[in-house]
């Protein structure tokens, strides 16, 4: 169990640009999960994979977010024509598919929208 | 729809005194509920869960929580803190839904001070 890696650690960009985000999650687990975290508030659910279907997203998920996760394996989070609100701590989890698994949580991709 | 609410922003106490940290739930299904601690630049870290079985449910590092249908509460305790406890804690409950996805819900945390 080498644990849920999420690259970059930290990402600074201009207002406008699109940005991308990666998640490997644990190898067996098949469930994946992306939630935003802001400054003193509790992480905030985004979507959600089974395998590389994406089975729900959040009314928080605007358009200029997308998530795919194509082989089932890593996924990816990007976001277009960022805006400063979008500033947050991206957190990826993944779990196995079975009745309350827990939820393995990376160390998440702080963005900063200048 | 399942909520959780944690009634302490913030607690503060000494090395070696007990810890409470309140969890107040809403749910109307039978909940799983869990317990996160995120330590700083750290990823989020599973405390304990309830699915249940027993009510009271003991987790890592001394950590212990009751779950109390009749009060629909799910505080967090432990007997004596330590310098290292210091983090913010998250209560969590799980939305089953039609689906069971397993989605987590969290609450908006409690930052836990320790003082030497």
């Known amino acids: 169990d080498t644990g849920v890696s999420q690259n970059p650690r930290h990402k600074i960009t201009k207002r406008g640009q699109n940005v991308t985000f990666r998640c490997d999650p644990i190898?067996?687990?098949?469930?994946l999960y992306w939630y935003r975290q802001t400054l003193g508030q509790g992480p905030e659910f985004l979507t959600y994979?089974?395998?590389?279907?994406?089975?729900?997203k959040s009314r928080l998920l605007s358009d200029r977010f997308s998530a795919e996760r194509p082989k089932g394996s890593f996924s990816t989070l990007e976001i277009q024509r960022t805006e400063q609100g979008d500033s947050a701590m991206y957190l990826c989890a993944s779990s196995r598919d079975r009745v309350n698994s827990p939820l393995h949580f990376g160390n998440g991709t702080r963005l900063t929208v200048t | 729809a399942q909520s959780v609410t944690q009634l302490d922003s913030h607690v503060s106490v000494s090395e070696g005194t007990p810890v409470l940290l309140r969890c107040n739930y809403s749910s109307s299904y039978s909940p799983s509920l869990f317990w996160y601690v995120q330590h700083p630049n750290k990823g989020l870290q599973l405390l304990l869960k309830?699915?249940?079985?027993?009510?009271l449910v003991k987790g890592i590092n001394g950590f212990e929580a009751e779950f109390k249908k009749s009060e629909t509460s799910f505080h967090l305790t432990k007997p004596s803190a330590h310098m290292s406890d210091a983090a913010e804690y998250f209560c969590?409950?799980?939305?089953?839904?039609?689906?069971?996805?397993?989605?987590?819900?969290f609450g908006q945390g409690t930052t836990l001070q320790v003082k030497p």
């Open positions: 969590v409950v799980s939305d089953p839904g039609s689906s069971n996805t397993g989605k987590l819900i």
């Open positions: 994979f089974q395998n590389e279907a994406q089975l729900e």
């Open positions: 309830y699915t249940s079985a027993a009510t």
């Open positions: 190898s067996e687990h098949n469930r």
